[in-house]
């Protein structure tokens, strides 16, 4: 199969190949998040608060680089098996942590999994599913993997308060179970056959489809407005385990992956609002949850109690939720009819990672400041990011128009 050639069209939404993708992602995400929390557990009580922002550094940096590489390696193959051995890899990563080799290293390597599963994952939406049905199956996606993040952190949390050698078994035994259920996955026909492993065409390629999709005004739309949510959500989830203690006096690991729960939550609500009221054509309306994002972390800066901050975070996963799905799908679609979604994706990841790495870095750098002001700095930056993103893509439309 080529970027070219058509999909299965007629597949149902809900058929036995989607059924099997989501269950493997749902389980593989589970993992994830369920190990970042077991992580953070470790490193505390060893005595390194300073780690905590680094494992997510050391988590993104393989996204960064291996961009070049793993975009390839899903269009070369079937993406079930390209999922089934990233899995494997985040099962060597979590196994390793837990048998006690350094934490930052054994992370990295789950990052290293994590790269090789992303550009699969969406990738294959657009093989099995054309332009009509690709908001509403990225929805389905992004629920299964927000219902994921929230049980992750709240089981991860539980067990790691508990015994953290208890949550490595079960972050182990989740990693196994999402490989078994990539078996299930038909195996689809790469997009992309690849002859040999040549690493300096391989880099000539992603530059040349980094340019592509620049170029692109959707493209280019899409690349910028996911890598501002995944900046902003891989951030807001390292400040609430400092802003927590500080603002709301609760000093477990249990408070802050229960409030990145509520922040799930309100993913999956945002994705399912999107499935129903976005389609691609109509791609310019998920704005307005992008919009919404920095006025609401802003006010759940100043909060004090915890009823107002889970309602506040609901709203802001809510606002994201609607905001991704549709830029997700629109970067699909172009990739699918151009370059190969795998490459797409993978282009998508470097932009979204070098962001994250950039705003984790930023909070690195500041997090000795009071959270407060940290969170509402944070929120300030989030709002000008997004309002100059939002009247880029307006005027650009008016200007076609006119």
């Known amino acids: 199969m080529t970027a070219s050639s058509p999909t299965t069209d007629a597949l149902p939404l809900l058929s036995l190949p989607m059924g099997a993708v989501l269950l493997a992602q749902f389980f593989s995400a589970f993992g994830d998040n369920a190990l970042l929390i077991t992580a953070i557990a470790l490193v505390k009580a060893e005595g390194h608060l300073t780690w905590i922002p680094l494992l997510q550094a050391f988590f993104v940096i393989p996204f960064i680089l291996l961009a070049p590489f793993v975009g390839a390696l899903a269009d070369a193959f079937p993406k079930g098996r390209v999922m089934l051995f990233a899995n494997g890899l985040k099962l060597i990563g979590a196994s390793s942590m837990a048998a006690g080799l ?15 599963y992303s550009p699969a994952k969406y990738g294959i939406l657009s093989q099995l599913f054309g332009p009509e049905k690709l908001v509403r199956a990225n929805g389905m996606l992004e629920g299964s993997t927000i219902v994921a993040i929230l049980l992750g952190v709240l089981v991860g949390g539980w067990l790691a308060d508990f015994s953290i050698n208890h949550a490595f078994a079960g972050v182990i035994g989740v990693y196994a179970l ?51 949510f995944w900046g902003t959500g891989s ?5 609430l385990f400092a802003w927590v203690p500080v603002a709301l006096g609760i000093a477990s690991n249990q408070m802050p992956a229960n409030l990145m729960g509520v922040v799930s939550i309100g993913i999956v609500i945002g994705a399912m609002l999107a499935g129903w009221l976005v389609k691609l054509q109509q791609v310019n309306r998920a704005l307005l949850g992008g919009l919404l994002l920095g006025p609401l972390v802003l006010l759940f800066a100043q909060q004090t109690a915890l009823l107002p901050t889970a309602v506040l975070l609901t709203a802001i996963g809510a606002a994201g939720g609607f905001f991704v799905v549709p830029l997700n799908a629109l970067l699909q ?19 979204e990672n070098l962001v994250m790495l950039l705003f984790v870095g930023t909070y690195s750098l500041v997090s000795g400041l009071p959270v407060i002001n940290v969170v509402t700095g944070f929120g300030a930056v989030v709002f000008v990011g997004l309002a100059v993103l939002a009247l880029a893509r307006l005027t650009a439309r008016h200007e076609t128009a006119t």
């Open 102 to 116: 350094p934490p930052l290293l054994c992370y990295g390597m789950a990052g290293v999994g994590a790269a090789a």
């Open 178 to 228: 999402a490989a078994a259920i990539n078996l299930l996955i038909p195996r689809l026909p790469p997009e992309h056959a690849l002859d040999r492993f040549d690493a300096p065409g391989l880099l000539r390629q992603f530059l040349s489809s980094l340019r592509v999709l620049w170029r692109d005004p959707d493209s280019r739309f899409s690349l910028i407005g996911t890598s501002l």
């Open 235 to 239: 951030t807001l989830r390292l400040v």
């Open 333 to 351: 679609e172009c990739g699918h009819k151009s370059i190969g979604a795998g490459h797409a994706l993978a282009v998508q990841n470097l932009w």
